[in-house]
């Protein structure tokens, strides 16, 4: 906290003198672009991977989820012509999983599967399973795979929100505990987490799909008026008296705590409290502390959404 504590006074102070102030510089963690309903996409998430580094859609919305295979679009690859069916199926923020026990035909162009008591392949698509929201990716460097399920990935932002690979947002064993405001610095190990969590009889917060809102992008509101047959001067997708129009979605209850938003004029502010985020496989720890939703290292014209935040692995 004492890195926070230092921008904070920093930045006040150079808001209220006219004395010059260098702050200390920010060691943390930027978002490497905006994400949520600004980009035009109420459910863009971007994942990372925190042991390896490696991020989904990290350069544009929902570039991860799969649209091709072998350089198909999906609807050609299963000469499927009712789209919207499939796109509902393949779409980031709803329930998707794997094809199982699937095999191609012989010309490699058609996903059937064979029912094991009569021996008759069928056509398939997608199998759903319960509580999975799953990133799906082709796997470049085997082109005789169709897809496979981006299951190592440990945190996602969408705006202020965020989600861990646990619940309802994936099939993983993560999580996220509060350890309270503050003290980043004090939290060195995954010892003294578990010590912690103990002492307080504390768990690992898993995801649901009752608490955690986003913001919807204008275009999305403006499909759902339509498709719903609303009057959009009687529902405008900002209202004076509740902002924005929101969306429930899979996210981290705790987590949903880290940054609040309140308005107009639209105001997001960190709740400084330090977070342990436990990774996919339940091996590793994470801690993380939001810091802004500006970029920390810009200090004149940034629009913001390029969250702030400091995070390290506990050993």
């Known amino acids: 906290m004492k890195k926070a504590l230092l921008y904070i006074i920093g930045m006040a102070a150079a808001m209220t003198s006219c004395v010059s102030y260098e702050a200390e510089d920010f060691t943390g963690h930027t978002l490497p672009r905006k994400t949520g309903y600004s980009t035009g996409v109420t459910n863009d998430w971007l994942y990372f991977d925190l042991k390896t580094g490696h991020r989904y859609n990290?350069?544009?919305?929902?570039?991860?989820?799969?649209?091709?295979?072998?350089?198909?679009?999906?609807?050609?690859?299963?000469?499927?012509?009712?789209?919207?069916?499939?796109?509902?199926?393949?779409?980031?923020?709803v329930q998707k999983n794997i094809f199982e026990d699937a095999e191609r035909d012989e010309n490699g162009d058609t996903i059937f599967t064979k029912n094991q008591a009569t021996g008759k392949l069928t056509y398939k698509t997608v199998k759903r399973q319960a509580n999975s929201i799953l990133v799906?990716?082709?796997?470049?460097?085997?082109?005789?795979?169709?897809?496979?399920?981006a299951t190592e990935w440990d945190l996602a932002f969408d705006g202020y929100q965020l989600r861990t690979n646990s619940g309802t947002s994936g099939i993983g064993k993560g999580g996220a505990a509060d350890l309270g405001y503050g003290e980043y610095d004090k939290w060195t190990s995954k010892a003294q987490v578990d010590a912690y969590l103990a002492e307080h009889n504390m768990t690992f917060a898993v995801d649901d799909s009752a608490s955690v809102y986003v913001t919807m992008s204008q275009n999305d509101w403006n499909k759902y008026c339509i498709d719903n047959k609303l009057d959009m001067n009687e529902n405008p997708w900002f209202d004076p008296n509740n902002g924005p129009a929101k969306q429930l979605v899979s996210g981290n209850p705790v987590l949903e705590k880290a940054m609040t938003f309140s308005g107009p004029p639209p105001v997001y502010t960190p709740s400084f409290h330090t977070y342990v985020i436990r990774s996919w496989d339940g091996e590793r720890y994470y801690k993380l502390q939001i810091i802004s939703w500006y970029d920390a290292n810009v200090q004149i014209g940034d629009e913001g959404g390029r969250i702030s935040y400091y995070l390290d692995e506990l050993k």
């Not at 990290?58 to 649209?67: D, G, M, T």
């Not at 990716?137 to 399920?149: F, G, I, S, V």
Request: hydrophobic share 30%; aromatic share 14%.
């Open 136 to 149: 799906m990716e082709n796997k470049e460097d085997d082109p005789n795979t169709m897809a496979y399920p």
């Open 58 to 93: 990290v350069l544009n919305p929902n570039q991860s989820v799969i649209a091709y295979i072998d350089g198909k679009p999906i609807e050609e690859y299963f000469h499927y012509k009712g789209t919207a069916k499939l796109v509902k199926y393949w779409s980031e923020g």
